[in-house]
T-cell receptor
Framework: ETGVTQSPTHLIKTRGQQVTLRCSSQSGHNTVSWYQQALGQGPQFIFQYYREEENGRGNFPPRFSGLQFPNYSSELNVNALELDDSALYLC?????????????FGAGSRLTVL | GESVGLHLPTLSVQEGDNSIINCAYSNSASDYFIWYKQESGKGPQFIIDIRSNMDKRQGQRVTVLLNKTVKHLSLQIAATQPGDSAVYFCAENQAGNKLTFGGGTRVLVKP
């Protein structure tokens, strides 16, 4: 079975621009979460999608938004990029909404904002 | 590969020795805890988990201990190998099934 795949792996943007990051969940996984990992820190929860609906959100402003598609893949969109948005963005999936199911992470998309 | 964490606490351990990584968690209501390993250029990888109704769980070469009284979690790695060099994170499952991660510990295995 394939794991969680993310694209692009690296990208550079400038302040004020918008970015879309993509994630394909692991086969059979219908719940997708997004995390932001700044350099030298642990991942921070952005939001979670289950059955194409946002189901849980961390302490991130509305310019961070997302989508989940019928095939359970997902996008993270960030508008009006700021320098502090530079980070590794991790997508993770699990087979069901229950927290008892282990999250499987992708390798991440490294975003640099100049 | 990229460095996962430049300013993390570091544990240096001799190959073959045992490693102990500690973690304090914040929410006494958390009911499920996980340890993840993150190598450079990769996402976090599941190692072992434990529920709040347990105080110890063993896997292959790893043991997790949970002390709910002081909100402390530890990961023990037996016979540490070069492939164990990575950053280790503890995470607690909180309301809404979101994971809250600790700050991480870098483990460096010396040959």
């Amino acid at each position: 079975e394939t794991g969680v795949t993310q694209s692009p792996t690296h990208l550079i943007k400038t302040r004020g621009q918008q970015v879309t990051l993509r994630c394909s969940s692991q086969s059979g996984h219908n719940t997708v979460s997004w995390y932001q990992q700044a350099l030298g820190q642990g991942p921070q929860f952005i939001f979670q999608y289950y059955r194409e609906e946002e189901n849980g959100r961390g302490n991130f402003p509305p310019r961070f938004s997302g989508l989940q598609f019928p095939n359970y893949s997902s996008e993270l969109n960030v508008n009006a990029l700021e320098l502090d948005d530079s980070a590794l963005y991790l997508c993770a999936s699990r087979p069901g909404f229950s927290g008892a199911n282990v999250l499987t992470f992708g390798a991440g998309s490294r975003l640099t904002v100049l | 590969g990229e460095s996962v964490g430049l300013h993390l606490p570091t544990l240096s351990v001799q190959e073959g020795d045992n490693s102990i990584i500690n973690c304090a968690y914040s929410n006494s209501a958390s009911d499920y805890f996980i340890w993840y390993k993150q190598e450079s250029g990769k996402g976090p990888q599941f190692i072992i988990d434990i529920r709040s109704n347990m105080d110890k769980r063993q896997g292959q070469r790893v043991t997790v201990l949970l002390n709910k009284t002081v909100k402390h979690l530890s990961l023990q790695i037996a016979a540490t190998q070069p492939g164990d060099s990575a950053v280790y994170f503890c995470a607690e499952n909180q309301a809404g099934n979101k994971l809250t991660f600790g700050g991480g510990t870098r483990v460096l295995v010396k040959p």
